[in-house]
């Protein structure tokens, strides 16, 4: 597996730039090999949640430009009968989701990336996903995350800020090990997440039962 190593912590605009264009040269440079086997590691690792086996609503992402796919994830999901959903640009240029199985289709969005075709009024809120896998450039064990850079996922998660965690969405980063950071200094308005799952690992960032400070 392609690994990488990092030496700054990361506290200002242009070491977040430069590191976002490192992990994605990273990311893209992994063999299609290398990408299905992590794919199918993940599953292990995700199934260590216990909502990931019972939540109702769950909401992944469709893997673009070397992001870690969901496929395999999907397909066990699917076999519980829980209900899978993909995020949809919306309004404000925050997300909403819409469930998705892969005979329905999709079409691209302003972006290029594959988006459910779905009524408006069938959309789902943040508020009512139940657990959200999360993509993501980089990541600590803090669980602060470091995203493509438009934040639509803080966004649209920003009602999650300041409430004891974790809460209703469960937010779960998905990612390759090597994309792990010493340390994110976090923005005011980043959302962390409250687990990170790679195909090594489940790491734990928000304790159970932890309150906020």
């Not at 999901?77 to 289709?105: D, I």
Request: aromatic share 8%.
């Amino acid at each position: 597996m392609f690994s990488i190593q990092h030496d700054m912590n990361l506290d200002s605009s242009s070491s977040r730039a430069e590191s976002r264009a490192r992990l994605r040269a990273a990311r893209s440079a992994l063999s299609a090999a290398e990408r299905i086997a992590a794919a199918n590691a993940l599953i292990s690792t995700l199934e260590q949640l216990p909502e990931f086996l019972v939540d109702a609503r769950v909401a992944g992402y469709w893997a673009v430009g070397g992001e870690l796919a969901l496929n395999v994830a999907l397909g066990r999901l699917r076999a519980r009968a829980q209900k899978y959903y993909l995020p949809v640009l919306a309004t404000g240029n925050t997300l909403k989701f819409a469930e998705w199985e892969p005979s329905l289709p999709v079409r691209a969005n302003r972006y290029g990336i594959p988006e459910p075709e779905c009524d408006p009024v069938k959309l789902l809120s943040a508020q009512d996903i139940d657990l959200v896998l999360v993509p993501l450039l980089g990541f600590d064990r803090r669980g602060n995350r470091l995203g493509a850079g438009a934040g639509f996922y803080d966004r649209s998660f920003a009602f999650l800020q300041g409430k004891p965690r974790p809460a209703q969405p469960l937010l779960v980063g998905i990612g390759y090990h090597f994309q792990e950071l010493p340390e994110l200094a976090p923005q005011a308005w980043d959302v962390a997440l409250d687990f990170v799952a790679t195909e090594r690992e489940l790491i734990e960032c928000a304790p159970r039962n932890r309150e906020s400070l």
